[in-house]
Antibody, heavy 119, light 108 residues
């Protein structure tokens, strides 16, 4: 059974930093593209970033490019999202998602971790 | 950037058919995927590659895609189908994943 468990969310001041983690199990982690998708309170889903299985390729939404960094440790089956220069509009539940079909289809999701950016 | 447009809400009586649209420029040339999200829960993939169903998703869920509109169809709607539904594509021109704004399905 695939399991994705996010952690690292919390309250942070504007301009601050936070690192999210997603511990994966139940599948061969290194074989899959992984993504972060967020959802602001009462809003729709917004894709944030994706990373190839071997970490060779990364993708970012324009709204986070230059501030967020996605990376993974395949030896630990863990996906990360380093978030810097956080803004109020980054407040959201952050989900990690496993991708299939070249990574653009999210067939498994974690339960999410809440990030609140506020002073 | 590529934009997907969904109606904010759709209402349907139990046992009837619900159709949720997802509009985009020449979306018929792209592969569309659909997610169901119930309150307080993570999204669940219900349709991928326009019309394929993952294992465990009832046959009542189907999809189509042509021209500028993709459609998620839910037949014989049940109370348990009440949820938010979002469409999604991979925009090859920008190498970005794009989600529609989501549609809240209400079962009357």
């Amino acid at each position: 059974e695939v399991q994705l468990l996010e952690s690292g969310g919390g309250l942070v001041q504007p301009g601050g930093s936070l690192r999210l983690s997603c511990a994966a199990s139940g599948f061969t982690f290194s074989n899959y593209v992984m993504s972060w998708v967020r959802q602001a309170p009462g809003k729709g889903l917004e894709w944030v970033s994706a990373i190839s299985g071997g970490s060779g390729t990364t993708y970012y939404a324009d709204s986070v490019k230059g501030r967020f960094t996605i990376f993974r440790d395949n030896s630990k089956n863990t996906l990360y999202l380093q978030m810097n220069s956080l803004r109020a509009e980054d407040t959201a539940i952050y989900y990690c998602a496993k991708g299939i079909g070249s990574g653009g289809i999210f067939d498994d999701w974690g339960q999410g971790t809440l990030v609140t950016v506020s002073s | 950037s590529y934009v997907l447009t969904q109606p904010p809400s759709v209402s349907v009586a139990p046992g009837k058919t619900a159709r949720i649209s997802c509009g985009g420029n020449n979306i018929g040339s792209k592969s569309v995927h659909w997610y169901q999200q119930k309150p307080g829960q993570a999204p669940v993939l219900v349709i991928y590659y326009d019309s394929d169903r993952p294992s465990g998703i009832p046959e009542r869920f189907s999809g189509s895609n042509s021209g500028n509109t993709a459609t998620l169809t839910i037949s014989r709607v049940e109370a348990g189908d009440e949820a938010d539904y979002s469409c999604q594509v991979w925009d090859t021109s920008s190498d970005h994943v794009v989600f529609g704004g989501g549609t809240k399905l209400t079962v009357l």
